[in-house]
Antibody, heavy 120, light 108 residues
């Protein structure tokens, strides 16, 4: 069974940095694209970043503006999101998601989510 | 960039049929996926590639497309179906994942 277990969220001051992790199990991590999706409090879903199955390609939402970096470590079956220059608008629950097949395919399943709070 | 438009809310009585729409320009050329998000939980994929259901999703959930609108239909609605529903596409032109704004389904 596929499991995505997230860690690394928390409270950070504006301008600060945070690294999110997502430990994957139950599938061949090297074969699937992975993404991060976030949800501000009381708001809808918003895609953040995507990484190809082999890490060769990464894509970002426009609001990232060079502040975030998605990466993966195949030796640890772990997905990361490094976030810098955080602002209050980055506050929300961040979900790690697995692409069902190719990199443009739907997200299934989703991790449990981790809360990122940006506040002074 | 590409925009998907959903009605903010839909209400339906138990046992009736809920229709949740997702509008977008030329949506016919996109593969539309649907997610259910119950309160306080992570989203779950309920329909993918317009009409397919992942294993474990009840047949009461179905997807369709016509013109510029994709539709998620839930027949014989149950109290447990009360949730937020999101449509999603992959926009190859912008190389971005696009979500609709979400529709809150209330079971009366």
């Amino acid at each position: 069974q596929v499991h995505l277990v997230q860690s690394g969220g928390g409270l950070v001051q504006p301008g600060g940095s945070l690294r999110l992790s997502c430990a994957a199990s139950g599938f061949n991590f090297n074969h699937y694209g992975m993404s991060w999706v976030r949800q501000a409090p009381g708001k809808g879903l918003e895609w953040v970043a995507l990484i190809w199955f082999d890490g060769s390609h990464t894509l970002y939402a426009d609001f990232v503006r060079g502040r975030f970096t998605i990466s993966r470590d195949t030796s640890q079956n772990t997905l990361f999101l490094e976030m810098n220059s955080l602002t209050a608008d980055d506050t929300g629950v961040y979900y790690c998601v697995k692409s069902r097949s190719g990199s443009g395919s739907p997200f299934d399943p989703w991790g449990q989510g981790t809360l990122v709070s940006v506040s002074s | 960039s590409y925009v998907l438009t959903q009605s903010p809310s839909v209400s339906v009585a138990p046992g009736q049929t809920a229709t949740i729409t997702c509008g977008g320009s030329n949506v016919a050329i996109y593969s539309v996926h649907w997610y259910q998000q119950q309160p306080g939980q992570a989203p779950v994929l309920v329909v993918y590639d317009n009409t397919d259901r992942p294993s474990g999703v009840p047949q009461r959930f179905s997807g369709s497309k016509s013109g510029n609108t994709a539709t998620l239909t839930i027949t014989r609605v149950e109290a447990g179906d009360e949730a937020d529903y999101y449509c999603q596409v992959w926009d190859n032109g912008s190389q971005h994942v696009i979500f609709g704004g979400g529709t809150k389904l209330t079971v009366l």
